[in-house]
């Protein structure tokens, strides 16, 4: 059977489909909805959208991902990844992450994956989150990172959290095991965070 082609330029003419997107940007800011926001983006990039309204919705995910970071910081609670809401915004926190890392903010994306590592409610990624922060204090640049110690060659499509690296060329302990210097230094990181809430 062959895969249908979307005709991108019928839905842009499409008033079902124009009316459906303005309703999912009216609820997305009603709702202060990441997961909506990453609906509408979806849509956005399929029908080639033009960079402004991208950007927009980009940085409405991401500021609200880090509001509601800061909440649970403060209410001391982690993210319930079965819920699709906060796992659309551990993801816009991930992503953050990833793109700091890859523009070589080394401070900046240790403290992202940190951070996650402490919120996250999953201990595969509690454990990935970990090895991402150690091979960024290891001096491991993002190329090095995603072309030598990342695995992402069996990634399950199906999987909600697919978006998140957490297989390695190595088995996590193995790696936690080669990083165990440097996953010290990220504990004792988080046990001073810890301490000053």
């Given at each position: 059977?062959?895969?249908?082609?979307?005709?991108?330029?019928?839905?842009?003419?499409?008033?079902?489909?124009?009316?459906?997107?303005?309703?999912?940007?009216?609820?997305?800011?009603?709702?202060?909805?990441?997961?909506?926001?990453?609906?509408?983006l979806g849509a956005k990039l399929a029908i080639e959208a033009n960079e402004e309204e991208i950007n927009?919705?980009?940085?409405?995910?991401?500021?609200?991902?880090?509001?509601?970071?800061?909440?649970?910081?403060?209410?001391?609670?982690?993210?319930?990844?079965?819920?699709?809401?906060?796992?659309?915004?551990?993801?816009?926190?991930?992503?953050?992450?990833?793109?700091?890392?890859?523009?070589?903010?080394?401070?900046?994306?240790?403290?992202?994956?940190?951070?996650?590592?402490?919120?996250?409610?999953?201990?595969?990624?509690?454990?990935?989150?970990?090895?991402?922060a150690s091979a960024v204090m290891a001096g491991h640049s993002f190329d090095d990172f995603v072309n030598?110690?990342?695995?992402?060659?069996?990634?399950?499509?199906?999987?909600?959290?697919?978006?998140?690296?957490?297989?390695?060329?190595?088995?996590?302990?193995?790696?936690?095991?080669?990083?165990?210097?440097?996953?010290?230094?990220?504990?004792?990181?988080?046990?001073?965070?810890?301490?000053?809430?």
């Open positions: 059977m062959q895969e249908q082609q979307i005709d991108i330029e019928a839905l842009k003419k499409d008033e079902n489909f124009i009316n459906d997107l303005k309703r999912l940007e009216i609820e997305m800011k009603e709702d202060k909805s990441i997961d909506k926001g990453y609906q509408l927009e919705i980009f940085t409405f995910i991401v500021n609200q991902a880090f509001d509601v970071l800061s909440e649970k910081l403060v209410q001391e609670q982690g993210f319930d990844l079965n819920n699709p809401e906060e796992l659309a915004t551990a993801r816009a926190i991930y992503e953050h992450g990833i793109q700091r890392y890859s523009e070589n903010d080394i401070k900046g994306s240790k403290e992202i994956f940190l951070i996650l590592h402490y919120t996250l409610n999953d201990s595969e990624l509690k454990e990935a989150m970990m090895i991402h030598n110690l990342a695995d992402v060659s069996g990634v399950d499509e199906n999987d909600p959290s697919a978006f998140f690296i957490k297989t390695f060329v190595q088995p996590n302990d193995i790696l936690l095991t080669m990083f165990a210097k440097y996953v010290k230094l990220g504990e004792s990181e988080l046990k001073k965070f810890e301490e000053s809430k």
